[in-house]
DNA sequence: GCTCCTATCTTGACAGCGTCAACTCATCTG
DNA sequence: CAGATGAGTTGACGCTGTCAAGATAGGAGC
């Protein structure tokens, strides 16, 4: 039988794999994901330079993975807005401001996910595909619930925040300005319905 | 006196400054800039490993230099687009239109001029500063030219193209997609002016 | 015209990186 | 108990950015 939980257990065991995404994860509040060193997060995991060669196929591998999580958390993020709020419009600004926030407090999981290098959109991961899908699908439901049905509206919604939300992250614009703008824009868009 | 051109002068002399920012940006053309080497350009410019330090005070200090380039490139590309539209609404079409396909044209160098390790808005290169004043002020003013003159609604158009852009050059979206996108979105927003 | 200075380009060295190969060892299977 | 296998190890390779020191060419001062 395999031992499923703690990684410390001397030699053997433990979940190394995810010991190391957690590590990467880790490294990727402070620096990018092109500035973090496979042999780095090796030795923050407390195992030699080639132990990840046995989870990961690659650096990029790795990297990979934690685009996937950061994917994951991202979704989340926006998903559980939409939710918990009363109303489409509501859900819309709700569901837009979470993407804009996940952008500026975690600016190198953000870019991770949409590095190309890491996540070819045209070729992603079989684990990435379906993450992608359901992103699309939540902005373009939560814009379809006030109006913005067609294709070129929803995308635009998502071009919206993805742009602001990158400005901000990168410092041209402030927090406020991000949020300020999109919820100035999304009026603008939706004033004859 | 100091001879001025052709960097082909076996010893010293010619601007190899500038012979190294060409070599560069040619190779942005293929990769991403994180993803070129100092020695490579060096190489490239049939020059020794160290001899850019004389120039650029570090591998960082050439990205600058390109992602300046870039950016007045970009600058150039999208006042001209304002420039020759004929009406103010004809050239809020055209000059985003021309960012979108900056993004889309040169993706490399597009993200070159966005990122926060090359260039930090916070705290920008002396060169840097004034061009991205530059860029925004086109949009801005392109912007007010159709009653989108408010400070969030000139950042809401820089967020909607920097978005479409991004995701475009991902590929995330077609460059038809993203062009359609902002289309109907400024249309939307301009509905009851 | 000779010497010196300085900017420019050179070679050489160093640590850190990603990755391949070979080795060790704990555990599972028969 | 034997051996296969998966998970970890050390060692080596070429590449990278950068520091240090040597070489060279052209201009300045005498």
Redesign the interface.
């Known amino acids: 039988m395999l031992r499923m939980s703690s990684s410390r257990d001397g030699y053997h065991h433990g979940s190394l794999a995810r010991a190391l995404e957690d590590a990467a994860m880790q490294l990727l509040a402070t620096r990018?994901a092109?500035?973090i060193s496979l042999r780095e997060v090796a030795r923050a995991a407390n195992v030699s330079h080639n132990a990840p060669y046995h989870h990961f196929t690659d650096r990029l591998g790795l990297l990979r993975a934690i685009a996937e999580r950061s994917m994951r958390d991202l979704i989340a993020r926006v998903e559980t807005a939409i939710e918990s709020a009363g109303t489409p419009s509501l859900a819309l600004r709700a569901g837009t401001n979470a993407y804009i926030s996940f952008a500026i407090e975690h600016?190198h999981a953000f870019d991770a996910v949409?590095d190309?290098?890491v996540c070819?959109?045209?070729a992603p991961t079989e684990t990435m595909a379906p993450l992608?899908d359901a992103l699309e699908t939540a902005l373009f439901t939560v814009a379809s619930g006030v109006g913005l049905d067609?294709?070129?509206?929803a995308?635009?919604v998502?071009?919206?925040?993805?742009?602001?939300?990158?400005?901000a992250?990168?410092?041209?614009?402030t927090p406020e300005?991000?949020r300020?703008?999109?919820?100035?824009?999304l009026d603008?868009?939706?004033?004859?319905g």
Chains 1, 2 share one sequence.
């Open positions: 990018s092109h500035e600016p949409y190309p290098t070819i959109p045209g992608i067609t294709e070129a509206d995308n635009a998502w071009g919206l925040v993805h742009g602001l939300g990158m400005l992250a990168a410092g041209h614009l300005q991000a300020a703008s999109c919820e100035s824009a603008r868009m939706l004033a004859e």
